[in-house]
């Protein structure tokens, strides 16, 4: 029982070990075969590094590189970082960091020349955004604003991480509308949009599944052909109708997308007068469903 219980934590750590790599790679990608060549600015020191090297373009063969520039701005961020939060708070980051910074020196700048600037937008977004999800959703971060955005919060406390890291990104793209143009700088906030949309739905879920009310008399009935025909298990709540002032159970089952017309259908067809509530859901954990571990 012990042996099966270290080879499972050993085989979470690795899972999440294996998000952060990954996930940080797939954001290096992005920036190395799609952001950099086409000069989209989508924030992050990422984006900023990106300013500088066209800025530098001039004086130094090619401008500094972004990789370089990346490290070079969170040197100090970690060595705040560390001492505000403590250091194993920071092994994750510095991993998911680590990891970015050593995929945009080992990747080579290639343009993609998908020949289509929002084509382009929209690959580097969800490249961006399934590497970012994958790496929230193993606890860490690659750096960079967020942790700055961290940081700030802790001494501007009426002010959300959310809402600091939009004024620097927007900062950030703000000046790299000035330096790539106002149609660059556009085509990057559609990427920062698809980024967004695309890890919100790795860290909330993908498999959406729906949960039905049912509010009837016949709820005993309706209940067992439910749990009959499904093999749904089925809650009931206790309830009263406000202006009837009757007591009664309200239904509460959880299905998938198929099986929700089912449920319906059921409640319908043994009560016509029954009331029934859909929701979407986005993510549900248990038996039918995901079967969570930890």
């Known amino acids: 029982m012990v042996i099966r219980k270290t080879r499972s934590k050993k085989n979470i750590i690795l899972r999440k070990y294996i998000k952060i790599i990954g996930g940080s790679f797939l954001m290096a990608l992005a920036v190395n075969l799609i952001y950099e060549p086409l000069g989209l600015v989508t924030g992050g020191l990422a984006g900023f590094a990106i300013i ?14 972004i990789w370089f520039v990346t490290v070079v701005l969170n040197v100090p961020l970690f060595i705040v970082s560390i001492k505000l939060l403590g250091i194993r708070t920071m092994i994750n980051v510095t991993i998911g960091t680590l990891t970015y910074v050593i995929a945009m020196m080992v990747i080579p700048i ?33 750096g960079g604003t967020d942790l700055l955005a961290s940081l700030v919060q802790r001494y501007k406390k009426h002010l959300s991480v959310p809402a600091i890291l939009t004024i620097i990104d927007g900062l950030i793209i703000g000046i790299g509308a000035l330096v790539f143009g106002i149609g660059n700088a556009l085509y990057a906030i ?3 949009f698809i980024t967004a949309k695309v890890s919100d739905g790795i860290l909330e ?9 049912i509010i ?19 809650t009931g709540l206790s309830s009263t109708g406000m202006y009837s002032n009757k007591e009664r159970k ?7 997308k198929k099986e929700i017309v089912k449920i319906t259908e059921i409640a319908k067809k043994i009560d016509p007068n029954s009331f029934v509530i859909v929701n979407d859901v986005r993510e549900v954990m ?9």
Do not use: H, N, W
Request: aromatic fraction near 10%.
């Open 52 to 65: 500088i090297k066209e800025i530098t373009r001039s004086i130094i063969d090619g401008g500094i590189p």
């Open 110 to 142: 290639y343009d993609l020349r998908f020949d289509d600037m929002l084509l382009s937008s929209v690959v580097g977004g969800a490249l961006t955004g399934i590497g970012l999800g994958m790496v929230f959703s193993a606890s860490s971060s690659t």
């Open 190 to 192: 559609i990427a920062v």
């Open 205 to 213: 879920g993908l498999k959406f599944a729906k949960m039905a009310y």
């Open 216 to 234: 009837s008399d016949e709820y005993d009935q309706i209940a067992q052909a439910i749990m009959t025909s499904l093999d749904r298990g089925v």
């Open 250 to 256: 309200m239904l509460f089952c959880v299905v998938s």
């Open 286 to 294: 248990g038996e039918g469903f995901i079967e969570y571990s930890q």
